[in-house]
């Protein structure tokens, strides 16, 4: 549990970082959308096994004013996994409390939280194959998980959920990659960027 405490932490730091550049484009995400596969891998390891990441989708939430939730996919081997922090004071959510997803069909769907009891806002689950497929193929309309002391709601445009879709159809095809190939691919890089040594 720690070293799943630790990643998470690790892995919501990046959120964490890119939260002031972030401040600036809110207003203006929804008019974008990033067709580039942007998955980050780094060398840390979760459960001894290499993960990678996409780039955070941030929320307003719709019932308590400049707070935001950072929604976030990850792979580790071929299981793709769905992380949620509210950016929040004092968020405790439990183990197996709920995040409903309100589809634009009018069926709602239950995700129960994997992660342990914590007041970080920290939310995490395992995607099934079938829930995997839900989140691609379905437009969502609002999302609302169930903290200790209130519940935290946000809204889904019609840009996030292309985001959302694209973001899942990266990931399927994504391999994950091992320690000595990610350095491979930074040297190759490294060498590309060096002036040639002409005489």
Known sequence: MMKFTFF????????????????KTRDTVE??????????QTKQKMEHQFFASTAPISFRINNK????ANFQFGKRKDKIFMYIRIA?????????KVLDIYFKSGEVVSFKNDFALNCEGYFAKEL???????????EISLMKIYAYQRNYEWYVS????????HQLDCLAVYKVKKSEEIKLKKNMKKEKNEPDSGT
């Open 158 to 165: 019609e840009v996030q959920n292309l985001e959302i879709s």
């Open 88 to 96: 929040d004071k004092n968020v405790c959510i439990e183990k197996d």
């Open 8 to 23: 998470l932490s690790f892995f919501f730091l990046s959120i964490s970082c890119l939260e002031a550049q972030q401040q």
């Open 31 to 40: 008019s974008k959308v990033n067709f580039d596969c942007d998955i980050l």
């Open 128 to 138: 099934t194959k079938k829930e995997y497929l839900k989140l691609q193929e379905n």
């Open 65 to 68: 004013e400049y707070v935001y």
